[in-house]
């Protein structure tokens, strides 16, 4: 079966290098071209591509905004992120949009035609370059998570650290500027969350579920 692919990129000769190279694959074919989001939107319906190609930056309206509309339609297309930019903020927001793929445009048209196949059996690939940032923030949001899960906030994890350093109540309170029956009343509640009987235990408590 072939695949339908459509180029959409603000820049002539970026997407005429794109056509060229994916027209040399036997089972790719680029049904259509857009430079801006608006007309990417109307090819999208009239030539039906399978996969599209985003480029992150389209003047008015960004890429990430275009794949989020492109993706809030009944059977979608698979949508590839194409970008120069390897921030996490990019990264993150075209994951959350729903993007596909998010390849580097200094990636091979190898690498390309390979990760348009990907998306087209319903995968999702990125750029190895971007593999430790996506790690990262996975485990930031799993971080998070967790302490979502213990019903602790960030202040209280800080106390726990401190706890953890063999810091007293007063250190506590010096370095979270609290007063001292704040500090203790607090850590009553943390113990409680964490089921612990005391300092000592919530301190165990909060190591073992990898908090500090």
Same mark, same amino acid.
């Given at each position: 079966m072939t695949i339908r692919v459509m180029i959409v990129d603000d820049h002539e000769i970026f997407r005429q290098g794109v056509r060229s190279v994916l027209e040399?694959?036997?089972? =790719? $074919?680029v049904v259509s071209e857009a430079g801006n989001a608006r007309d990417a939107r109307d090819l /999208?319906? *009239?030539? /039906?591509p399978d996969v599209i190609t985003v480029d992150i930056r #389209?003047? /008015? @309206? !960004?890429? =990430?905004? %275009?794949? +989020?509309k492109l993706k809030s339609v009944d059977n979608p297309p698979a949508c590839v992120i194409l970008s120069t930019y390897e921030d +996490?903020?990019?990264l993150v927001g075209a994951l959350a949009a729903q993007a596909d793929a998010y390849l580097l445009k200094s990636n091979s048209y190898e690498t390309l035609a390979d990760a348009i196949r990907t998306v087209h059996r319903? &995968?999702? $690939?990125l750029s190895?370059? #971007? =593999? *430790? $940032?996506?790690?990262?923030?996975y485990s930031r949001f799993a971080d998070q998570q967790v +302490?979502? !899960? *213990?019903?602790l906030n960030p202040k209280d994890v800080e106390m726990l650290r401190i706890l953890a350093? &063999?810091? +007293? @109540? *007063?250190?506590? /309170? !010096?370095? %979270?500027?609290?007063?001292?029956v704040t500090v203790k009343r607090r850590i009553q509640d943390v113990c409680m969350k964490l089921h612990a009987n005391n300092r000592v235990q919530a301190v165990a408590e909060a190591i073992r579920r990898g908090l500090i």
């Open positions: 040399d694959e036997e089972d =790719i $074919t /999208a319906r *009239s030539s /039906a #389209l003047g /008015a @309206t !960004d890429g =990430i905004e %275009l794949v +989020r +996490r903020e990019y319903n &995968g999702r $690939t190895e370059e #971007l =593999i *430790s $940032t996506m790690m990262e923030e +302490r979502q !899960d *213990s019903g350093e &063999g810091g +007293r @109540t *007063s250190d506590i /309170a !010096d370095q %979270l500027h609290m007063t001292e």
